[in-house]
């Protein structure tokens, strides 16, 4: 018990050190003078409580004795009473290797792999996800050989964490993940697989999303179905994060999605008509079903006009920007695609963009109903930048604010790791080079290298993958 008594020696030399009593130091810390007497025989252990108010009553900075408190946990009966509450201090003072080393100690004993689950839960909801990681990955590790649904549970909870703005780096947990995914509670599986069809379709895996949002349909389909039927909620049956009908109307909204991004805009607006009358089969009749069907219905109005627009109809320009500009969370995605649209047909949008120039970039990711993630609109912005650029080259022939606008795009498109948007930039760049002056070179060379950054680091991870 050398380090649990490194904790008792160094309480009492500074009682020495310093003139104080026993009683006089129970007093300073707030601790019962004969708790303190047990505590300094060895007797008792220390409590976190207690750890804390000796640390304070010491002068001393509170994770101090933090190192020395992980052999006190397992010096005498392992009690999780004391252990949680220093796993939740470490996670909240950011001393996460203490959690690890803890984690690490109590998994010696496979029987702590539920309690340390329940942690890593209470953790995740307190937004402590690092400190959560730790536990979940232990977790994993200790049931890699099970086909549990905790196991499945902790790997969702491990690419939710790991999710950010290096798109390549969310590719690689997403198909990490999606092998657990069918082994989900339903209630899990419905949101795991919406979070999987984000990060696939920034990487525009368009294919793959609609798969995801054909097998989101048949899972929610199947449950809404059951629920009508059933005339009350079985006692312990998780809920979803959304009501069933939700995850139907989103699946065809994704569906539609990616129609849309394989240029097929028929099919595109078949889903279209799908997701924007709920009404006719949505059973519930609350205000909260009433907002969801009415925003699913201003989606299916906005995006009917995007389409026939994507189609040709050009004639159905104003029309859509009339419209989208009463949907202030909805414009930038809009004008995006009106770019791409006048791109490809050739008109003239430059009203548009003055119109709507305080919408771009975007720069909330709130709407009325649900939220854009951050990393979805660093995308949509790195695409916008490359296809306003086309269209800067194409129409007004402003070559400088168009290659502005290129190095713009790429330099985001490298913060974001998007590969095929540093890709577009980097293209667009070597055809228009001779119209570039040398500081855009120069911005152009550096960018360059960081490209070569990336590259090198995706092959270490490939490597260490093999």
């Not at 950011?94 to 942690?119: G, K, P």
């Not at 312990?236 to 959304?242: F, S, V, Y």
């Not at 009908?245 to 078949?270: K, P, V």
């Not at 760049?429 to 090198?456: H, I, T, W």
Request: hydrophobic share 40%; aromatic share 12%.
């Amino acid at each position: 018990m050398g380090s649990v008594n490194s904790i008792r020696e160094k309480l009492m030399q500074h009682m020495q050190s310093n003139n104080i009593i026993h009683s006089q130091f129970a007093d300073i810390s707030g601790i019962n003078s004969g708790t303190l007497s047990r505590i300094l025989q060895g007797n008792k252990p220390i409590s976190m409580r207690q750890l804390i108010a000796i640390t304070a009553g010491m002068g001393l900075p509170e994770d101090y004795f933090f190192e020395d408190y992980i052999e006190e946990c397992f010096s005498f009966l392992i009690s999780i009473r004391r252990i949680r509450p220093f796993i939740f201090r470490c996670a909240e003072l950011d001393r996460l290797e203490y959690v690890e080393q803890i984690v690490n100690r109590l998994l010696e004993d496979l029987s702590y792999v539920s309690v340390l689950f329940d942690i890593a839960e209470e953790l995740f909801s307190n937004n402590r996800r690092l400190a959560a990681g730790i536990l979940y990955k232990g977790v994993s590790e200790a049931e890699k050989y099970q086909h549990s649904e905790r196991l499945a549970l902790c790997q969702y909870r491990l690419f939710l964490i790991e999710l950010g703005d290096d798109l390549e780096e969310n590719l690689r947990a997403a198909t990490q993940f999606e092998l657990y995914v069918n082994r989900l509670d339903e209630a899990d599986q419905l949101e795991a697989l919406k979070q999987l069809m984000h990060v696939f379709g920034m990487v525009h895996k368009w294919p793959k999303v609609d798969a995801l949002a054909k097998e989101m349909h048949r899972i929610a389909a199947i449950q809404y179905d059951l629920q009508c039927r059933s005339e009350r909620i079985e006692e312990g049956q998780k809920l979803t994060e959304r009501p069933l009908y939700y995850y139907i109307l989103y699946a065809y909204l994704a569906r539609a999605t990616a129609s849309e991004e394989c240029g097929d805009y028929n099919r595109a607006l078949t889903f279209v008509d799908l997701y924007a009358n709920g009404e006719s089969w949505v059973q519930e009749k609350d205000e909260e079903a009433s907002q969801i069907l009415g925003q699913f219905a201003e989606w299916g109005v906005a995006n009917t006009y995007l389409y026939r627009l994507m189609s040709g109809e050009v004639e159905v320009l104003n029309e859509y920007a009339d419209y989208i500009a009463s949907q202030e969370d909805e414009i930038f995605i809009a004008v995006r695609h009106i770019v791409q649209a006048a791109n490809l047909y050739g008109f003239n949008v430059d009203s548009i963009l003055e119109r709507f120039a305080a919408y771009i970039p975007y720069q909330s990711d709130k709407t009325e109903f649900g939220e854009y993630k951050p990393a979805i609109l660093k995308e949509s912005y790195a695409q916008f930048l490359s296809d306003l650029a086309v269209y800067r080259f194409n129409q007004s022939k402003d070559t400088i604010t168009a290659i502005k606008l290129v190095l713009e795009g790429l330099n985001l498109s490298i913060t974001i790791n998007s590969g095929k948007n540093i890709i577009t930039c980097m293209t667009l760049f070597e055809q228009y080079r001779d119209c570039a002056d040398l500081g855009a070179k120069e911005k152009y060379k550096k960018l360059s290298s960081e490209v070569q950054r990336l590259n090198a680091k995706k092959s270490v991870v490939l490597l260490d993958t093999l």
